[in-house]
């Protein structure tokens, strides 16, 4: 099965700064998702991008994808407490299913 | 309606206990996932239902048993457990059809299980 590796563990951001976290795997993929959990809560869908995609914006979201180096990053704009989550990537391959990373631990600091 | 419905949010039990968690989505999807989640660690991938058929089981004790009664329901019977299987159960769904499998995966809030 596919599963991302989450790059940083931890990221601590003032409040209104943007936040960028890496996701890298090692096989195709269709898709890859990204997924937000705030502490004890369920994980909620972010965005999804395919594999002839490139960029895809969602609101204060960009997500890009780089095939040819199995990488993609998350950006966050004009960050926000509410923010304040862990964050997970999904690479997505056919009907494979759906193991999550360790995830970047996101703190925005007031 | 995009919700993952589960209950009780809360449950504490024995080790000689016997209790059951449950899932309901009204989305139409047709797979359907548990998750077992210990603090500060990712998700972990238990069952996975496929059109009411158990597809994967990642080798999980016997002291957790899955059912689907139907296309909307899941539920994870709870038996005999141990103080490590003291966790965040997470229940998942998924459209899954035969064409663009896409994959989003829609959470429930998950029930925090503390087993004594």
């Known amino acids: 099965s596919q599963q991302g590796e989450e790059d940083p563990q931890a990221l601590s951001i003032q409040e209104g700064e943007n936040a960028t976290m890496n996701c890298s795997y090692k096989?195709?993929?269709?898709?890859l998702q990204w997924y937000r959990q705030n502490s004890g809560r369920g994980l909620v869908h972010l965005i999804l991008?395919?594999?002839?995609?490139r960029e895809k914006h969602s609101g204060r979201l960009r997500v890009t994808l780089d095939t040819s180096k199995k990488s993609s990053s998350l950006l966050i704009t004009a960050s926000r407490a509410a923010d304040t989550a862990s964050y997970f990537c999904?690479?997505?391959?056919?009907?494979?299913?759906?193991?999550f990373g360790q995830g970047t631990r996101l703190t925005i600091n007031p | 309606d995009t919700e993952v419905t589960q209950t009780p949010k809360h449950l504490v039990m024995g080790m000689t206990n016997k209790k059951s968690l449950k899932c309901e989505q009204h989305?139409?999807?047709?797979?359907m996932y548990w998750y077992k989640q210990k603090a500060k660690k990712p998700p972990e991938l238990m069952f996975v239902?496929?059109?009411?058929?158990?597809?994967i089981n990642e080798s999980v004790p016997s002291r957790f048993s899955p059912e689907c009664p139907n296309s909307s329901l899941l539920n994870l019977h709870l038996h005999a457990l141990q103080p490590e299987d003291s966790a965040l159960y997470l229940c998942?769904?998924?459209?899954?059809?035969?064409?663009?499998?896409?994959?989003?995966?829609?959470f429930g809030e998950g029930s925090r299980l503390t087993v004594l």
């Open positions: 989305m139409g999807h047709r797979a």
């Open positions: 998942a769904s998924s459209q899954d059809s035969e064409r663009g499998r896409t994959g989003e995966l829609f």
């Open positions: 991008i395919r594999s002839n995609e």
């Open positions: 999904a690479p997505r391959r056919g009907a494979q299913k759906l193991v």
């Open positions: 096989t195709s993929i269709n898709n």
């Open positions: 239902y496929s059109y009411e058929k158990l597809s």
